[in-house]
C-alpha cells in the first residue's frame, strides 16, 4: 500500500513541510492524552512505519528512535486528567494536537490529522480517518506519540504499583477496574470517566 499518497498529492501542490498529527490516550481511565506532530523527510523514506497500533513494543521503540533522530521537526504535547475532567475528552485532544503541531520549530505548509477532527491552526489541514495506517507522515507521529505515552504509565506504574499501569497502560480492563474498586483512584486518574467505580 502507498502511505505517501496523500504526501505526494501534496507536493505536487507545491507544499513543502507536510506535518502528521496522531494521538494517543483518547480512551484510558487514566494518564494523559498525548500528541505528536512530525515533519518527516519525504525523500527517505523508513520502513516499517505503520499505525502504532499494529506494532510490537520494541519494534515502535526502534521505530521512534528512528523517527526523532531523522525528523525535519517533532514535537510531543500532553494534557493532564485534571484538563481532561474540565473541558472533555474531545477538547483536551483538539487542544494537545494543536499544541503540538504550534510547538514545531519549522511552520508547516500542510498538515494531516488522523480521525475526522478539525483544528484551530492557521495551517491548511485535511483529517484522515485511519489516517495513522494510510499516511506515512500521521504513522510516524502515532509511533512517536505512543511511545512517549507508554512510557509515561510505566513511571506511573513505579508510583502507583497497585493499579498495574505497565500492563494496561490505563485502559479500563477488568484488572485496572478490580483495582480502582479496591484502592480508589489516585492522582493520575480522570475522574470524569472513573465516576461509576469512585
Known amino acids: 500500500m502507498d502511505k505517501l499518497i ?10 513543502k513541510y507536510i506535518c502528521g498529527v496522531d494521538e494517543v490516550g483518547r480512551g484510558p481511565l487514566a494518564g494523559p492524552v498525548v500528541c505528536a506532530a512530525v515533519i518527516m523527510p519525504l525523500d527517505d523514506i523508513i520502513e516499517g512505519v505503520d499505525d502504532s497500533k499494529k506494532l510490537s513494543a520494541k519494534k515502535r521503540e526502534t521505530l521512534a528512535e528512528q523517527i526523532q533522530k531523522k525528523a525535519i521537526a517533532h514535537a510531543i504535547c ?12 474531545l477538547e483536551a485532544t483538539k487542544l494537545c494536537m494543536k499544541n ?3 510547538s514545531l520549530k519549522i511552520k508547516p505548509d500542510f498538515v494531516l490529522t488522523d480521525g475526522n477532527m478539525t483544528l484551530d491552526i492557521p495551517y491548511e489541514q485535511m483529517s484522515i480517518v485511519k489516517g495513522d495506517s494510510l499516511s506515512y507522515s500521521i504513522g510516524a507521529a502515532s509511533i512517536i ?4 505515552r507508554d512510557a ?5 506504574d513505579r508510583l502507583y504499583p ?17 483495582a480502582i474498586k479496591r484502592a480508589g483512584i489516585c492522582p493520575v486518574h480522570r475522574r470524569s470517566f472513573t465516576k461509576k467505580w469512585q
Open 6 to 15: 496523500y504526501e505526494r498529492e501534496l507536493l505536487e501542490r507545491g507544499a
Open 78 to 89: 500532553r494534557i493532564e486528567p485534571q484538563i481532561i475532567d474540565e473541558i472533555n475528552i
Open 100 to 102: 503540538a503541531v504550534e
Open 145 to 148: 506519540a505512543k511511545v512517549y
Open 152 to 156: 509515561v504509565m510505566d513511571e506511573y
Open 162 to 178: 497497585e493499579y498495574g499501569f505497565a500492563k494496561h497502560k490505563g485502559y479500563g480492563t477488568k484488572t485496572h477496574i478490580d
